[in-house]
C-alpha cells in the first residue's frame, strides 16, 4: 500500500536554494524544499561531510527523491533553514543573512551546534551582543547566551539587563536558565543597586569635580555676568533649595537640581544604569528653560548635559566593580 506523505507536493524554497543545477534537496519540517550543493555544505561542516559519505538512495527507487535528487528530511523550519544555509553559500551567490528576532538566533544557534558549524556559532554569538537586541532583550540574551554557555556575552548581557526592573516582566529565553542562573542575575542587580546609593548619600563627588562652587555658579544660579552675586535678591532667580543634605560647600543649590537628582537616584534603585540619568537629564533641561530664570535657562543645556555624563561615568564605575557570579 503507498501511504501518501503529505509533504509529496512540497513548495521549493527561493533564490539561491532553488537552482536547478543543485545536487540535494534539503527538506524543511514545514515541506519546503532547499535545493543546495552538496560542496558548500561538505566544506562547511564535517556533519554533512559524514552524512554524504554514507551511500546515497538509488536515484528513482525510494519516495526520498525529487526530480531525480536525494531528499534529506531536515528537523529545522524552513525559516531556521533559510538563515544557517546562507552562512553556507560564498558571500557572491546569497547575502550574509542577518537575525530579525532572537527566536532565530536561538533556532540557528541549535542547528550551529548540531552540525557543528563553529563560524556559525561566531556569528550567533556576535548577533547576541548586537545593541538592536540587547537594548530591546536584554533579558533575553542573557538567557541565550548563559543557556549556550558563553561567557563574554553573558556578562555583556547582565550589564544591559540592568536597564530592566529588578524584577523584570516574563522574557523569551526564561526557560532555559535555571533557578540558580536567575537568582545570579538578580543579586548582580540588586548589588548595582547599592554600589549606586553613596553617590546621593555623599555628594563628595561633586564637589570634588568642580573643586569650588566658583567652578559651578549655575548649580547656585548665580548671575552669568560677574560681580552681580551679591546684591541679587532671592526673587531674581531660581529657587534655592531647602534641604541641607543638598548642600555643597555648606550653600543650598538651585531647587530644580534636587529635584533631577532625587528623581533620578529614585529611578536608579531599581535601574542603576546611566541611560535614566541622561533621560531625566533631558526632561529637566526643558523645564529649566520653559519655567526657569533667564540665567538658569541660558545655561542649563550645556551644564546638565556635562553634569548628566559626569552623573552617568560615576554610575558607571560604581557597578563596573560588581561581578556577576556564574561559573563557566
Ligand atoms: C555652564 O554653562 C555656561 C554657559 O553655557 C558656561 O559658560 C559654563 O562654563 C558652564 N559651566 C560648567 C561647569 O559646565
Not at 120 to 136: D, G, M, Q, S, W
Not at 154 to 165: H, N, S, V, W
Request: a neutral charge; proline letters at 5%; hydrophobic letters at 40%.
Amino acid at each position: 500500500m503507498i501511504l501518501e506523505s503529505p509533504l509529496i507536493t512540497s513548495a521549493c524554497a527561493s533564490s539561491p536554494f532553488n537552482h536547478p543545477k543543485a545536487d540535494v534537496i534539503l527538506r524543511s519540517s514545514d515541506g519546503i524544499d532547499f535545493r543546495v550543493f552538496k560542496l558548500f555544505l561538505i566544506l562547511a561542516s564535517p556533519f554533512f561531510e559524514a552524512m554524504f559519505e554514507l551511500p546515497q538512495p538509488a536515484v528513482g527507487t525510494s519516495d526520498d527523491t525529487k526530480d531525480g535528487l536525494p531528499v534529506i528530511r531536515m528537523q529545522e523550519d524552513s525559516k531556521t533553514l533559510d538563515i544557517f544555509l546562507r552562512f553556507f553559500y560564498p558571500s557572491t551567490l546569497s547575502e550574509d543573512p542577518s537575525f530579525e528576532s532572537l527566536t532565530d538566533v536561538m533556532a540557528v544557534l541549535t542547528a550551529a551546534r548540531k552540525y557543528s558549524l563553529d563560524l556559525l556559532e561566531r556569528k550567533v554569538r556576535k548577533a547576541l551582543v548586537n545593541p538592536k537586541f540587547l537594548l530591546a532583550e536584554p533579558l533575553s540574551c542573557f538567557a541565550i547566551a548563559r543557556h549556550a554557555r558563553f561567557e563574554h556575552e553573558t556578562m555583556i548581557a547582565a550589564r544591559y539587563t540592568l536597564r530592566e526592573p529588578l524584577i523584570p516582566a516574563r522574557f523569551l529565553g526564561i526557560d532555559l536558565i535555571t533557578a540558580s542562573d536567575l537568582l545570579a542575575l538578580l543579586t548582580y542587580h540588586q548589588k548595582c543597586t547599592i554600589a549606586v546609593e553613596p553617590l546621593l548619600a555623599n555628594l563628595g563627588w561633586v564637589q570634588s569635580h568642580y573643586v569650588n562652587s566658583h567652578g559651578c555658579g549655575w548649580l547656585f544660579c548665580e548671575k552669568l555676568a560677574k560681580g552681580h552675586q551679591r546684591n541679587r535678591r532671592d526673587t531674581d532667580g531660581c529657587k534655592r533649595s531647602t534641604e541641607v543634605e543638598f548642600e555643597l560647600w555648606n550653600t543650598p543649590p538651585v531647587a530644580w537640581w534636587v529635584t533631577y537628582m532625587k528623581k533620578t537616584f529614585k529611578i536608579l534603585k531599581d535601574r542603576p544604569t546611566g541611560d535614566n540619568v541622561r533621560a531625566e537629564a533631558e526632561e529637566t533641561i526643558q523645564n529649566v528653560i520653559n519655567t526657569g530664570c533667564k540665567d538658569c535657562a541660558a545655561r542649563v543645556k550645556l551644564n546638565m548635559t556635562k553634569f548628566s555624563d559626569l552623573l552617568t561615568l560615576k554610575v558607571m564605575e560604581a557597578t563596573a566593580l560588581i561581578k556577576l557570579e556564574l561559573e563557566f
